[in-house]
């Protein structure tokens, strides 16, 4: 059984870049979920994904979007990239109405 | 809003110590409770999760945490620690009865150094 895999490692960028974040979800999972962890603070929610819809929205901005592709797998776009931005980017991937996350290791963004 | 409330940022013990790791949550409604680890450079890993049943749940390498619904509490116990449980704890909440119970939220985590 394959997990949670998500690509690039890690990525630097400067200010007002775009980054596309990829992340293929565990066998038999339809939802993916991505959060933002910045530095020493714990992962928050930016979307989630199920059949290829957006399935619920936490507090960020519209540049930040993504996609859902009809094997699973996803993508995380952030556009005019910030400061602020600069975190691991965690994908998750579940079983609807599972409820149990499993999480990739993560994208470490960087920008400069 | 709902909130998840970790009170200690750090939390230093020595091998073969006991340790709690301290977590509360703010809701009154029914809530899934999840305890998450970080260790160095990875991703989060599911250490243990109450959904129902009995309020005491344990892991597979000795963890346990107990739900207490009047304190709103879901604190993390170890009796004896190994230097290898040196890693981020993360303790977080989705609930029942919401469109999207995938959805977890957070603490701030705490850092569990143990030390020889």
Known sequence: ????????????????QQVTLRCSSQSGHNTVSWYQQALGQGPQFIFQYYREEENGRG???????????PNYSSELNVNALELDDS??????SS???????FFGEGSRLTVL | AQSVTQLDSQVPVFEEA???LRCNYSSSVSVYLFWYVQYPN???????????????VE????????????????????????????????????YQGSYNTDKLIFGTGTRLQVFP
């Open chain 2, 59 to 94: 892991s597979i390498n000795g963890f346990e945490a107990e739900f207490n619904k009047s304190q709103t509490s879901f604190h993390l116990r170890k009796p004896s620690v190994h230097i290898s449980d040196t890693a981020e704890y993360f303790c977080a909440v989705s």
């Open chain 2, 18 to 20: 006991p340790v709690e």
């Open chain 1, 59 to 69: 507090n960020f901005p519209p540049r930040f979007s993504g996609l859902q592709f």
């Open chain 2, 42 to 56: 990875q991703g989060l890993q599911l250490l243990l999760k109450y959904l129902s049943g009995s309020t005491l």
């Open chain 1, 87 to 92: 975190a691991l980017y965690l994908c998750a």
């Open chain 1, 1 to 16: 059984e394959t997990g949670v895999t998500q690509s690039p490692t890690h990525l630097i960028k400067t200010r007002g």
């Open chain 1, 95 to 101: 079983a609807k109405n599972g409820g149990e996350l």
